[in-house]
T-cell receptor
Framework: DSGVTQTPKHLITATGQRVTLRCSPR?????VYWYQQSLDQGLQFLIH???????AKGNILERFSAQQFPDLHSELNLSSLELGDSALYFC???????????????FGPGTRLTVL | GQNIDQPTEMTATEGAIVQINCTYQ??????LFWYQQHAGEAPTFLSY????GLEEKGRFSSFLSRSKGYSYLLLKELQMKDSASYLC??????????????FGAGTRLAVHP
């Protein structure tokens, strides 16, 4: 158990809908990262928040957005869902803001999103 | 840019040793990580190398050669539970000092009795 929690574990929805995925980082971690992992594909970095502020963006679609709240939990919002958005969505947390080369990311159990 | 290559699949026998290679090209190398991921589960951290050489952690060891852009993960005394994907991830320093972590596609290891 990494100490990172994600809810829900599974989510089934229809095309065109909007969903919110939630992540709570490990105690003491200020950074939250979101990744997408499609079937048989590697982890694709979406976005990084540090202490409430956006630090870096990866290949995140405009239909997707995220935020980190004062209690440091984060939410990833996915809208106008398409079949191709079906994937595992992981969040990870780390202590620092991305400038330390020793900073290790610890992953939550993921949310499996199925768009029908 | 960033390019990480690792074999797609490997098979090995229980009790044996297996080496999973990873080669990378990066403009600002700042560390390499190995993660283990069982199907449908979260990646779990295995090892970290930033200097050349071997890091040993029980049955798992990881080696890095920065000049060759090469790393390997060595798994000894293989157990059935080691059947999983192994992800090589390279930390690349971007302008402004931000470190971005880029993952390879992973190597799926199957351990047979």
């Amino acid at each position: 158990d990494s100490g990172v929690t994600q809810t829900p574990k599974h989510l089934i929805t229809a095309t065109g809908q909007r969903v919110t995925l939630r992540c709570s980082p490990r105690s003491g971690d200020l950074s939250v990262y979101w990744y997408q992992q499609s079937l048989d594909q590697g982890l694709q970095f979406l976005i990084h928040y540090y202490n409430g502020e956006e630090r870096a963006k990866g290949n995140i679609l405009e239909r997707f957005s995220a935020q980190q709240f004062p209690d440091l939990h984060s939410e990833l919002n996915l809208s106008s869902l398409e079949l191709g958005d079906s994937a595992l969505y992981f969040c990870a947390s780390s202590v620092a803001r991305g400038v330390l080369n020793t900073d290790t990311q610890y992953f939550g159990p993921g949310t499996r999103l199925t768009v029908l | 840019g960033q390019n990480i290559d690792q074999p797609t699949e490997m098979t090995a026998t229980e009790g044996a040793i297996v080496q999973i290679n990873c080669t990378y090209q990066t403009s600002g190398f700042n560390g390499l990580f190995w993660y283990q991921q069982h199907a449908g589960e979260a990646p779990t951290f295995l090892s970290y190398n930033v200097l050349d050489g071997l890091e040993e952690k029980g049955r798992f060891s990881s080696f890095l050669s920065r000049s060759k852009g090469y790393s390997y993960l060595l798994l000894k005394e293989l157990q059935m539970k080691d059947s999983a994907s192994y992800l090589c991830a390279v930390r690349e320093m971007k302008p402004g000092g931000y470190n971005k972590l880029i993952f390879g596609a992973g190597t799926r290891l199957a351990v047979h009795p």
